[in-house]
């Protein structure tokens, strides 16, 4: 059974890590949830996410005002909080099942909690770490609580200002966090890539000292395939089985297929940044005698003079560099000459 690869084995030198984000994508089924583990293990994930609340530790069972959704562009438009969160959470007398799963698949699994007791469940799993999600990264109790139990914390900073960024990691550092990574994000579900923002993630690990990812919401692969390429260390990305399901955030989910292509993509982006290198590296060695050179391009006998018409600069890379092109013009060879001679300074007269 392949070990889980956990949470403390990211940087840069390392492969990026690939976190398939559950959510509500199991759409009230626990068999659903299980498939979604099999097809993110099958698919090269690292790890699942899950999210660990119930519609009260969320919000008030109000459906007025400020508690109902009324955005048009929202995939939850006409929504109450307390519906969607009941329609989306994960029960938690599932989480036991889908820990022990995740782990049967290779996969570590932990979650997002949303309120201390969540976080107290989950310690009974002996969950291996903990994610803050975007909207509660200026809750910072909860971010106290998730740091104190020593685990890896993850945190989102979608909508953060700097200085509640600041604040977030200031709390989980005094709380005994030894391995924090954060989460360049964008809250909107779907994001547009433009919105984005990539440059922010070297910016940020400048600032912070810490592993940098991307939590992205966007609709395919090339945002975090971007993401890696300035540096992202962690890509978290929503998964479900199909599109065409009704799960709540399935509409900006990758599919199995897509989930393994950008598993296979974020590998070769990683390998491709590579270091600051120039000239010939060793595997290119081969190829330099396809470059251009100075041959002799007719028979000359002793004496004659070098022309543009029987010095030319050709393939392969054997003669003299092109460079010396116009300095040889006009001097003499020091004996006969075939054609498809490499050009060499022994060939010509000193001056």
Request: proline letters at 6%; aromatic letters at 6%.
């Amino acid at each position: 059974m392949k070990t889980p690869r956990p949470l403390t084995d990211i940087g840069l030198e390392r492969p990026p890590y690939l976190i398939a984000e559950m959510s509500g994508n199991h759409d009230g089924s626990l068999d659903r949830a299980l498939q979604i583990i099999d097809a993110a293990a099958a698919s090269g994930a690292d790890a699942i996410k899950l999210q660990t609340y119930t519609a009260g530790t969320m919000t008030l069972p109000i459906s007025t005002g400020e508690f109902t959704i009324n955005d048009p562009t929202s995939l939850w438009d006409g929504e109450s909080l307390h519906e969607l969160y009941e329609r989306a959470h994960t029960p938690w007398d599932w989480h036991q099942t889908i820990f022990d799963h995740a782990r049967n698949r290779g996969l570590l699994c932990f979650s997002s909690p949303f309120d201390e007791s969540a976080i107290s469940l989950l310690e009974s799993l002996n969950a291996p770490a903990y994610k803050i999600a975007s909207f509660e990264c200026i809750d910072l109790p909860l971010v106290e609580a998730a740091a104190s139990t020593g685990k890896p914390l993850v945190i989102s900073t979608g909508m953060a200002t700097l200085s509640e960024i600041g604040d977030a990691v200031e709390t989980a550092r005094s709380a005994n966090c030894k391995a924090l990574t954060l989460l360049k994000c964008t809250s909107n579900y779907p994001a547009d890539p433009g919105d984005s923002h990539l440059r922010t993630i070297p910016h940020m690990r400048e600032l912070f000292g810490c592993e940098v990812g991307l939590s992205d919401h966007t609709l395919g692969i090339g945002a975090a395939l971007g993401a890696i390429a300035l540096g992202a260390t962690v890509i978290e990305k929503h998964t479900t089985l199909s599109r065409d399901d009704e799960g709540v955030d399935a509409e900006f989910s990758l599919e199995p297929a897509e989930l393994a292509q950008l598993a296979t993509e974020m590998e070769t982006v990683w390998r491709a940044r590579g270091h600051i290198n120039y000239g010939p590296i060793e595997s290119e060695l081969g190829a330099r005698l396809r470059r251009r050179s100075l041959y002799i391009a007719e028979d000359l006998e002793s004496g004659e003079q070098l022309t543009p018409k029987n010095l030319r600069r050709v393939r392969p890379g054997l003669g003299l560099p092109p460079r010396y092109f116009a300095q040889l013009l006009g001097r003499r060879v020091t004996r006969p000459v075939r054609k498809g001679t490499p050009m060499s300074w022994d060939l010509v007269m000193k001056d």
